[in-house]
């Protein structure tokens, strides 16, 4: 409930200890609302804990290094220049700019108010935001996700065990969504297909202004889809969507 200003959202004690004192908007488990900012902390700081490495830090060592995939959460300097600035999206720059006041997805956008063009900060891009400020490309994204597809392994390096990578496809929770005010079904981590009758091992997530990500286990297949200029929308968007129909159709097609 109280308010994050400015760049107090690269604090990661500040917004993990408000988080920690924070208490439930509704009843825990009776209904789900996306976590725009505050899942990266939430798990980064379970990370911290365990591990003494931040989540950045752990991400790159442990997923990142021994995958050889181009990602970082928290950028260093070095790095800087390989990045394309965000374009905003039309409808403009600020996250959740048309919530109306005092609702649960404004309360959710507002703290702090974040726009695109603060991903044309050093603050932004040194800082471990990690729902949010993952810097990467398709291939790596792609290829990072690749390890969900085939039971936790990539090449040599296995990540995860078959029976994790089988659990994130469980529904946890499925329902309208108080976020995002739309019928949402969720896996571990992941979203599901909202009609239950579609679902299979397949889940996706997205992002705000049109990246795209699925996973299918049933084809051993991830597709990852990246921009730097942002569609209006939160869960991808119409450029994504028709490379992923070409390629499942593509796939449909050899499968005959």
Known sequence: DERLQGDELYDWERVTQLLAQQAPWWTPGSASGYHALTQGYLIGEVVRRITGQSLGRFFAEQIAGPLNADFFIGVPDSEFHRIGNLIPPPDGAVLGQGAVKDSIPYRTYSSPRTSALDSHTDGWRRAEIPAANGHSNARAVAKIHSALANGGRVGDVQLLSPEICRSVMQTRIEGMDLVFGGPMAFGLGFGLHP??????NLCFWGGWGGSRAIIDQDN????????????DGLLGDARGDQLARATFMSLAAVSQ
Do not use: E, G, I, T
């Open 195 to 200: 009609v239950k009758a579609d679902r299979r």
């Open 220 to 231: 051993a297949l991830s597709f990852a889809y990246v921009m730097n200029k942002m569609a």
